[in-house]
């Protein structure tokens, strides 16, 4: 599974940007598909994500910010990003696990949040 993340810019505390992961490969075989964020200097945290049960999964820091979505028949994962803080600036990584435990990572796109 191959993944390309896109959407990610600059943007002024409290705007909204939305990022894109297009998957293509083998994508009847994923089971799991996630957001992770790396901050500067900082470890890779997950942000946000789907079981495999279909439910969603946030961070605290994202709740009620963020939205994780889908669209299955595009192969396309989705980060709705609201009230966008200084401290969500990061690199953001789409992630995807097969059902066979395999995992991918797209390349991350870097979201910066500035006045």
């Known amino acids: 599974v191959q993944l390309q993340a896109s959407g990610g810019g600059l943007v002024q505390p409290g705007g909204s940007l939305r990022l894109s992961c297009a998957a293509s490969?083998?994508?009847?075989?994923?089971?799991?598909m996630a957001w992770y964020r790396q901050a500067s200097g900082k470890g890779r945290e997950l942000v946000a994500r789907?079981?495999?049960?279909?439910?969603?999964n946030y961070v605290d820091s994202v709740k009620g910010r963020f939205f994780i979505s889908r669209d299955n028949a595009a192969n396309t994962l989705y980060l709705q990003m609201n009230s966008l803080k200084p401290e969500d600036t990061a690199v953001y990584y789409c992630h995807a696990a097969t059902w066979g435990g395999m995992t991918s990572w797209g390349k991350g796109t870097q979201v910066t949040v500035s006045s």
């Open positions: 789907f079981t495999n049960g279909g439910s969603t």
């Open positions: 490969g083998s994508t009847f075989s994923i089971n799991t």
